[in-house]
């Protein structure tokens, strides 16, 4: 940190006194951030510095429980920066684009590679903070790929600023807040992946899981992972929903049928025998005639008897 990043910090008069939560990680990088942390309170009182316990794969600082900033704001970052603050608490990203934020419903992953010495890079961050603050369903995380070339690499950034719209969707160079709202709106129809969904479902919003796929008559995109997802809470989030849709939308459970069995011999114990359960709410004969054939060659009690529920299920069902 620099004699003139130091007058700039100790002159700026915030609009209230935020709170930065300090991300806590094993990664290499963890002490440049501590360490800059320290240094700002040393010049200034204007941040209370705190350590976090929410989980982070990246060290940097929590502006607030939806944005993490994974750089240092040092040189041409540090304006954006502190704009970004004062926008916390007061966003005013204008009535047309409020009114849209307000109607995203469904969690979304920003990711913005910056690098200190990109020109186009301050507009961004500038431009980003305010939308994430408006709207807790963006989740957005400002990367400066030359601290984490790692983890640039692994999402294949080539240069900067570059914006990643959940893992898939991206920009390079500047773009305006019209356009990135426009593309996740439309992205928020059924192309939820099972982050996401999963995003949703801790939330206590299954329902709202359940109303789309009815409404629509479409699964998600990711709702089959969440029925295979290691964590056993999840898988019973989505049980949840599968039970709604095996009264409702036989059509959906057909497909979602497929899937699950396709899947079932890649998996572990645990979920294999929650595989066994959705396919017993869900399945017909052709799925009991499945399952039984399957079940010569379980070598597990509890999945042979879960095999055993299920098809017990299917029968009661159809009067078989």
């Not at 329902?207 to 964590?231: D, P, V, Y």
Request: some cysteine; proline content about 5%; charged content about 25%.
């Amino acid at each position: 940190m620099d004699n003139t990043t130091k007058e700039r910090i100790k002159a700026w008069t915030p609009l209230g006194r935020p709170t930065l939560r300090i991300a806590d990680t094993d990664h290499p990088e963890q002490k440049t951030f501590e360490t800059f942390a320290r240094q700002w309170q040393e010049i200034s009182t204007s941040i209370s510095w705190m350590d976090s316990s929410q989980p982070a794969d990246l060290p940097g600082f929590f502006l607030t429980n939806n944005i993490l900033y994974s750089a240092l704001p040092l040189e041409r970052e540090l304006s954006p920066f502190l704009k970004g603050l004062n926008a916390l608490d007061q966003p005013n990203p204008g009535n047309g684009i409020q009114k849209t934020l307000d109607n995203i419903q469904a969690p979304c992953r920003l990711t913005l590679y910056i690098a200190l010495q990109c020109p186009h890079c301050p507009g961004m961050v500038e431009r980003l903070i305010p939308l994430a603050a408006a709207c807790e369903n963006i989740h957005l995380h400002i990367i400066d790929g030359s601290l984490f070339p790692e983890k640039a690499e692994k999402d294949k950034v080539m240069s900067a600023p570059c914006l990643i719209l959940n893992d898939d969707t991206r920009w390079t160079g500047a773009v305006t807040e019209e356009e990135i709202l426009d593309m996740i709106v439309n992205k928020e129809s059924m192309d939820l992946d099972t982050k996401a969904l999963k995003t949703i479902l801790e939330d206590g919003r299954a329902e709202w899981i359940t109303e789309r796929m009815l409404a629509s008559k479409r699964l998600f995109k990711g709702f089959s992972g969440l029925l295979l997802h290691e964590t056993w809470s999840v898988r019973l989030g989505a049980m949840v929903v599968v039970e709604t849709l095996a009264q409702e939308a036989p059509n959906l459970c057909a497909e979602l049928e497929k899937i699950l069995m396709d899947a079932f011999t890649t998996k572990d114990i645990p979920v294999q025998g929650d595989i066994l359960y959705a396919l017993g709410e869900i399945g017909t004969s052709d799925t009991r005639d499945w399952i039984t054939a399957h079940q010569a060659v379980l070598s597990h009690e509890d999945l042979r008897d879960a095999a055993d529920d299920a098809i017990q299920s299917i029968e009661d069902r159809f009067s078989l």
